[in-house]
């Protein structure tokens, strides 16, 4: 344990846990033997931070949050996995996060500069990108992925095994049980596909040529004629230098448990707002 780190005196601090120079422990807080505090982590006051559980530099934890924890899975029994957060996260108020599962990846991982809000919970063996956005009480089932710069909004749950791309866009109170595409924009219950994620897209900086193509590609993918596959085909040929709608491309070709979510009408017309 680094002499440069603050510890409040009611702090508990395993004997074994690694600590980083700069780190602020507040009080009540509970650190376990097996925890990893980057640099200039702060922990506010009544944390846990249990398990194998690795949190990267400059992340800053609020009260109550449980990280590290068993997962909620039955058939877990006490194995050694891992809990993986990256660099300058945060990380609110009852917030929750478990390790991963021998039965899945052993390893729950979380990327960079992500935000979670009050009470929102990852789950065992997801994999979260970077920039990722979770609004409060968003709840999160295992062996998900969620691609870089994702917003996921309040309340909304993600059902086991579900790929959300990155770009994505999930409205408030959404039932996520399919796969969304990226930059795709996914509400209701149970969601379906309601366009792109417009504003997104311009607000990191896409071009006006870049916004168009995927909108014509959404288009197309998402038209009445012919099966999913075959349209798959016919926008990648006719895309093939564009790289963002490869990207859509790639995501629906590497499948997964799940089944890709689709536009509730037909003619993948977009909803007001997005266009």
Known sequence: M??????????VVEDGAQIGAGCR??????VGPDAVLGEGCELKSHVAVAG???IGPRTLIFPFASIGHQPQDLKFKGEVTRL??????IIREGVTMNPGTVTGTSETVVG???????????????????DVIFSNNVMMAGHCTIGDFAIISGGA?????????????????????????????ALGNRAYLAGLNIIGLRRRGF??????GLRRAYRLLFANEGTLKERVEDVAAEFATHATVQEIIDFIRAGGDRAICTPRDTGARETSGTA
């Open 52 to 54: 194998h559980t690795h």
């Open 25 to 30: 422990i507040g009080p009540f807080c509970h």
């Open 157 to 185: 749950g993600v059902h086991q095994f579900v790929r959300i791309g990155h770009h994505a866009f999930v409205g408030g109170l959404s039932a996520i049980e399919n796969d969304i595409i990226p930059f795709g924009m």
């Open 112 to 130: 960079d500069r992500c935000v979670f809000l009050t009470g929102s919970h990852v789950a065992h063996d997801c994999i979260v990108g970077n």
């Open 207 to 212: 071009s006006r040529d870049e916004i168009h």
């Open 84 to 89: 993986r957060i990256g660099a300058d996260c």
């Open 2 to 11: 680094t002499d440069r780190a603050q510890i409040h005196p009611s702090a």
